[in-house]
């Protein structure tokens, strides 16, 4: 099984309630199988840059002209977005790391999410929607935030966020671990629900590891 993770959090691990819960989920899914193959990406450490005009010329007009040759400064422009769709081409599950800012994924994830999510890269406009052009088959996302989320909170950007744009692309099994109630100053229960959300991030990791052994 090839994984690839992606985190957008600037903190170290210690202070950082979404990469120790990435931690421990990667923990638990090599210790049950240790033949996952990761690739990490931080995201501060690789920025993505964002969204340009150059970028968008050399990703759509393709699309809307075949006979279209993208300049130097275009295909420049491609290449962040070329080198990270080729880990998410190369890979069987997705996996995202990040708190929650001002009721969404900060502005790294989305810068990401914008190279990558691209048409000839991670899949083809048809006239039946769009064909994927990845193998991807499940997305692990892994959150922090201060505040409670309730399901289906109209607050929550952020989730909304990642089912619909990865939906869009062929990628419907979203999978949840949320350590909500971060914030000590707003809740009183702040280890508890972390805790319990390193054992949902524990659970993910084993439900993957047995669905892979069964394949």
């Known amino acids: 099984m090839n994984i690839l993770h992606v985190c957008?959090?600037?903190?170290?691990?210690?202070?950082?309630?979404?990469?120790?819960?990435?931690?421990r989920f990667f923990?638990?899914?090599?210790?049950?199988?240790?033949?996952?193959?990761?690739?990490?990406?931080?995201?501060?450490?690789?920025k993505?840059?964002?969204?340009?005009?150059?970028?968008?010329?050399?990703?759509?007009n393709p699309v809307f002209?075949?006979?279209?040759?993208?300049?130097?400064?275009?295909?420049?422009?491609?290449?962040?977005?070329?080198?990270?769709a080729e880990l998410f081409k190369t890979s069987d599950v997705l996996v995202l790391t990040m708190p929650m800012w001002n009721f969404s994924a900060p502005g790294v994830m989305k810068a990401w999410m914008d190279q990558?999510?691209?048409?000839?890269l991670v899949f083809e406009p048809t006239d039946d929607g769009p064909k994927p052009l990845h193998n991807i088959t499940a997305l692990v996302l892994l959150v922090s935030s201060g505040g409670i989320y309730k399901e289906d909170?109209?607050?929550?950007?952020?989730?909304?966020?990642?089912?619909?744009?990865?939906?869009?692309?062929?990628?419907?099994?979203?999978?949840?671990?949320?350590a909500d109630g971060q914030n000590p100053m707003y809740c009183s229960d702040?280890?508890?629900?972390?805790?319990?959300a390193f054992e949902a991030a524990e659970e993910l990791a084993e439900d993957l590891a047995e669905e892979s052994a069964s394949e």
């Not at 638990?28 to 501060?44: A, F, I, R, T």
């Not at 005009?53 to 759509?60: G, S, V």
């Not at 702040?190 to 319990?196: K, L, N």
Request: glycine fraction near 4%; charged fraction near 25%.
């Open 8 to 23: 957008a959090n600037p903190k170290p691990t210690e202070q950082s309630v979404s990469k120790q819960m990435a931690a």
């Open 27 to 46: 923990g638990k899914l090599m210790e049950l199988n240790p033949d996952v193959v990761l690739n990490n990406v931080d995201l501060y450490q690789e």
């Open 48 to 60: 993505p840059p964002y969204y340009s005009n150059d970028l968008y010329r050399r990703m759509w």
């Open 65 to 84: 002209d075949p006979t279209y040759e993208p300049t130097k400064a275009e295909e420049a422009a491609a290449n962040y977005a070329t080198k990270q």
């Open 116 to 120: 990558v999510l691209a048409p000839g």
């Open 153 to 178: 909170d109209n607050r929550d950007a952020l989730s909304r966020q990642i089912n619909a744009a990865f939906g869009f692309i062929g990628i419907n099994d979203i999978r949840i671990a949320w």
């Open 190 to 196: 702040c280890a508890v629900r972390r805790d319990m």
